[in-house]
């Protein structure tokens, strides 16, 4: 760790941001944030009726609300109501682009471009209302979309957010349990769909889950199909409507306006330990906090082409869709990130002028191991943004982006996650980077790490935690009435706040003469995976950031095993091709994390496998791999994309003794 930042922006470009021009605004606004960063945190948090108001006004929100409701038991957490009386609609907020703008831009592995502008994106957004309508579909029903990432997939959520409606969408890598278990519980009245993908060179047809899912939803009134694979003709069906025919419909007029906290999306968890949660995030807290997130941490603007991979399964394809609020261009592809060849998507870097660039940290550790330099191969001029999400990204990775990709951008990682549709932790374009660390908390949210006293500690590892109410905080589940469910999701751990299961630390950077003042977020991994070896809590994360520096580890998943009356490391890892996990191998992943962590952090046991579980977004479940090697059932196996995984850890003799 070093208190020495990798990366500090240019007094240009601190003056041209935009959170420079927002924090100058508010001055004139009869508020008083003072002149720092920290000092405009602090007063975002303390005055939180004051700061999202001013969001809303700020970014000119279409919709009306009532100043003295904006918000109402503001001390309680859950049951705090935000803009009380306020109405809006999700999708003319989005809409509000210049008609010739170009709004979307679809490349697909197969190679089929296509683009949208504003004007186009309306049109056709207003003609699928139609469709809809004409179906009876309306306020408060549910439209799911079995649906890969391209322009339908945008399209048909506008059209949905157009009528009040609510989106819900599945990547179509999803087995047929996998998704029914999702949208069997929400009961949609539409169901949009695809008849194929292609990922990886392999094309797929999902012909038949499409079939299966449509008689498993009894409440259907309708079923749009996309002719996505033309290899993959759809058989005839008496309630279904094809594409092209729904977007001749008459467009439905105007936007329906709706409550500020009525539902816009239902995502879901992971399901890695049950049924999935069903997460109903609201029109308006989504939308602010978008606002906020895009347009002040990540300085994107009408004149920016964002690009973040993502399928339509992940929350990441929700805030991406939010840039067009600002009027920017959004960049859509589906396929794999390393396919027809690894720099499939510095290629679509270079061809569109993308400006903020986003994906997994899992896939810039890839880059790496793979030996791509888009910094000589790539013309990258128009980059100014890289993000990062989804699990915590290296400090070797910090180093790789700045060596290899470009050495001025703004590398931010980002946290949060699909229970909150948006971040606690994220960049910040006036601030300088330090290497392994998120850059700033969020305007508006009084994060604070925990120890297990409940006390808010710092230079400390401990649970992120949030103290006060927020605007994005969830609705609620579906089909929890009492809200039990979500009580305990987030609020037994500690009383009136936020729990969210990361456990992190919040570093201090005291301001120099030549950098300010900074609180830096390092996130060491999730909670419940945390390792506790002789009583010591460590974070996954800070075991696979050293083991993964090694060049014959592609990837590892390190686990506690109950031995005797205390917990022992067990590390499991992939290793390149045609490499074995010999004993000189072994001794140096225990020699790198000896001299670069402490002796708790050597794994007692090392184990190769061929490959590692995961979700469908990509994260690793080291939940699972823990019930497993204790010969515990893992629950609902189709939330893995990968679930014939687990089998490599049953019953491993090394872990017999």
Same mark, same amino acid.
């Given at each position: 760790m070093?208190d020495?930042?990798?990366?500090?922006?240019?007094?240009?470009?601190?003056?041209?941001?935009?959170?420079?021009?927002?924090h100058?605004?508010?001055?004139?606004?009869?508020?008083?944030?003072?002149?720092?960063?920290?000092?405009?945190h602090?007063?975002?948090?303390?005055?939180?009726?004051?700061?999202?108001?001013?969001?809303?006004?700020?970014?000119?929100?279409?919709?009306?609300?009532?100043?003295?409701?904006?918000?109402?038991?503001?001390?309680?957490?859950?049951?705090?109501?935000?803009?009380?009386?306020?109405?809006?609609?999700?999708?003319?907020?989005?809409?509000r682009?210049?008609?010739?703008?170009?709004?979307?831009?679809?490349?697909?592995?197969?190679?089929?471009?296509?683009?949208?502008?504003?004007?186009?994106?309306?049109?056709?957004?207003?003609?699928?209302?139609?469709?809809?309508?004409?179906?009876?579909?309306?306020?408060?029903?549910?439209?799911?979309?079995?649906?890969?990432?391209?322009?339908?997939?945008?399209?048909?959520?506008?059209?949905?957010?157009?009528?009040?409606?609510?989106?819900?969408?599945?990547?179509?890598?999803?087995?047929?349990?996998?998704?029914?278990?999702?949208?069997?519980?929400?009961?949609?009245?539409?169901?949009?769909?695809?008849?194929?993908?292609?990922?990886?060179?392999?094309?797929?047809?999902?012909?038949?889950?499409?079939?299966?899912?449509?008689?498993?939803?009894?409440?259907?009134?309708?079923?749009?199909?996309?002719?996505?694979?033309?290899d993959?003709?759809?058989?005839?069906?008496?309630?279904?409507?094809?594409?092209?025919?729904?977007?001749?419909?008459?467009?439905?007029?105007?936007?329906?306006?709706?409550?500020?906290?009525?539902?816009?999306?239902?995502?879901?968890?992971?399901?890695?330990?049950?049924?999935?949660k069903?997460?109903?995030?609201?029109?308006?807290?989504?939308?602010?906090?978008?606002l906020?997130?895009?347009?002040?941490?990540?300085?994107?603007?009408?004149?920016?082409?964002?690009?973040?991979?993502?399928?339509?399964?992940?929350?990441?394809?929700?805030?991406?869709?939010?840039?067009?609020?600002?009027?920017?261009t959004?960049?859509?592809?589906?396929?794999?990130?390393?396919?027809?060849?690894?720099?499939?998507?510095?290629?679509?870097?270079?061809?569109?002028?993308i400006?903020?660039?986003?994906?997994?940290?899992?896939?810039?550790?890839?880059?790496?191991?793979?030996?791509?330099?888009?910094?000589?191969?790539?013309?990258?001029?128009?980059?100014?943004?890289?993000?990062?999400?989804?699990?915590?990204l290296?400090?070797?990775?910090?180093?790789?982006?700045?060596?290899?990709?470009?050495?001025?951008?703004?590398?931010?990682?980002?946290?949060?996650?699909?229970?909150?549709v948006?971040?606690?932790?994220?960049?910040?374009?006036?601030?300088?980077?330090?290497?392994?660390?998120l850059?700033?908390?969020?305007?508006?949210?009084?994060?604070?790490?925990?120890?297990?006293?409940?006390?808010?500690?710092?230079?400390?590892?401990?649970?992120?935690?949030?103290?006060?109410?927020?605007?994005?905080?969830?609705?609620?589940?579906?089909?929890?009435?009492?809200?039990?469910?979500?009580?305990?999701?987030?609020?037994?751990?500690?009383?009136?706040?936020?729990?969210?299961?990361?456990?992190?630390?919040?570093?201090?950077?005291?301001?120099?003469? %030549? &950098?300010?003042?900074?609180?830096?977020?390092?996130? /060491?991994?999730? @909670?419940?995976? =945390?390792?506790? +070896?002789?009583?010591? $809590?460590?974070?996954?994360?800070?075991?696979?950031?050293?083991?993964?520096?090694?060049?014959?580890?592609?990837?590892?998943?390190?686990?506690?095993?109950?031995?005797?009356?205390?917990?022992?490391?067990?590390?499991?890892?992939?290793?390149?091709?045609?490499?074995?996990l010999?004993?000189?191998?072994?001794?140096?992943?225990? %020699? &790198?994390?000896?001299?670069?962590?402490t002796?708790? /952090?050597?794994? @007692?046991?090392? =184990?190769?496998? +061929?490959?590692?579980? $995961?979700?469908?977004?990509?994260?690793?479940?080291e939940?699972?791999?823990?019930?497993?090697?204790?010969?515990?059932?893992?629950r609902?196996?189709?939330?893995?994309?990968?679930?014939?995984?687990?089998?490599?850890?049953?019953?491993?003799?090394?872990?017999?003794?």
């Amino acid at each position: 760790m070093t208190d020495h930042p990798i990366w500090t922006p240019t007094d240009n470009r601190i003056q041209t941001a935009r959170i420079t021009h927002y924090h100058n605004w508010l001055q004139t606004q009869d508020h008083h944030p003072g002149d720092t960063w920290q000092s405009l945190h602090q007063w975002s948090t303390d005055n939180p009726a004051a700061f999202w108001e001013s969001i809303w006004q700020y970014f000119d929100v279409r919709g009306q609300y009532q100043a003295r409701r904006v918000l109402e038991n503001g001390d309680r957490m859950p049951g705090a109501t935000w803009f009380g009386g306020a109405y809006l609609n999700f999708a003319e907020n989005l809409l509000r682009g210049e008609p010739d703008r170009v709004a979307l831009i679809e490349q697909r592995e197969d190679g089929r471009g296509r683009q949208l502008t504003y004007g186009e994106l309306r049109e056709a957004s207003a003609r699928l209302a139609g469709a809809l309508q004409e179906h009876g579909i309306g306020k408060g029903d549910r439209v799911a979309a079995f649906i890969t990432n391209g322009l339908e997939a945008v399209i048909g959520m506008l059209a949905t957010a157009r009528l009040g409606a609510v989106w819900s969408s599945c990547s179509p890598d999803f087995g047929f349990q996998g998704v029914l278990e999702r949208f069997g519980q929400i009961q949609p009245r539409a169901l949009i769909a695809v008849n194929g993908y292609q990922y990886n060179g392999k094309p797929i047809d999902t012909r038949e889950r499409v079939q299966q899912l449509a008689s498993a939803l009894p409440e259907l009134a309708l079923e749009v199909r996309i002719n996505n694979q033309p290899d993959y003709p759809w058989e005839p069906a008496e309630s279904a409507m094809d594409w092209a025919e729904a977007l001749q419909s008459e467009p439905a007029a105007g936007f329906t306006p709706v409550a500020f906290n009525d539902p816009l999306y239902i995502l879901y968890s992971s399901g890695t330990t049950g049924a999935p949660k069903c997460i109903i995030h609201g029109v308006g807290g989504t939308l602010l906090q978008h606002l906020k997130e895009l347009g002040l941490h990540t300085d994107v603007g009408q004149d920016d082409v964002v690009f973040y991979y993502t399928t339509t399964g992940w929350m990441m394809w929700n805030w991406l869709v939010s840039t067009l609020a600002l009027g920017a261009t959004a960049v859509l592809y589906d396929g794999s990130p390393m396919a027809p060849t690894t720099d499939v998507l510095w290629n679509l870097a270079e061809e569109h002028g993308i400006t903020i660039f986003g994906a997994s940290a899992k896939y810039y550790a890839a880059c790496e191991k793979n030996g791509l330099k888009p910094r000589e191969t790539h013309g990258l001029d128009p980059l100014k943004a890289l993000l990062s999400t989804g699990s915590p990204l290296a400090h070797e990775s910090f180093d790789y982006i700045y060596r290899d990709v470009k050495p001025d951008v703004c590398l931010s990682s980002i946290s949060g996650g699909t229970d909150i549709v948006s971040c606690f932790a994220l960049g910040n374009p006036t601030l300088p980077v330090y290497r392994g660390e998120l850059q700033c908390l969020g305007l508006g949210m009084d994060v604070a790490i925990y120890n297990e006293s409940g006390e808010a500690v710092t230079e400390e590892k401990g649970e992120l935690v949030c103290r006060a109410p927020f605007p994005s905080m969830p609705v609620g589940f579906w089909n929890d009435p009492d809200g039990e469910r979500f009580q305990k999701a987030y609020f037994s751990r500690f009383a009136n706040t936020w729990a969210h299961g990361d456990f992190g630390e919040i570093r201090e950077h005291p301001a120099t003469d %030549t &950098t300010p003042a900074q609180q830096g977020v390092i996130i /060491h991994g999730r @909670a419940d995976a =945390v390792l506790n +070896p002789g009583g010591v $809590r460590i974070g996954t994360a800070e075991i696979y950031r050293q083991v993964e520096k090694l060049d014959e580890v592609l990837e590892s998943i390190a686990v506690g095993q109950q031995w005797g009356d205390d917990q022992r490391v067990v590390l499991f890892v992939r290793l390149r091709e045609d490499t074995e996990l010999s004993g000189a191998l072994a001794e140096r992943i225990r %020699t &790198t994390l000896r001299e670069n962590t402490t002796p708790r /952090h050597v794994p @007692a046991r090392i =184990v190769q496998v +061929p490959d590692i579980p $995961r979700t469908l977004s990509g994260k690793i479940v080291e939940l699972a791999v823990r019930q497993v090697i204790h010969g515990e059932t893992v629950r609902n196996r189709e939330a893995l994309a990968n679930p014939e995984a687990l089998t490599y850890f049953e019953g491993l003799p090394a872990l017999q003794e």
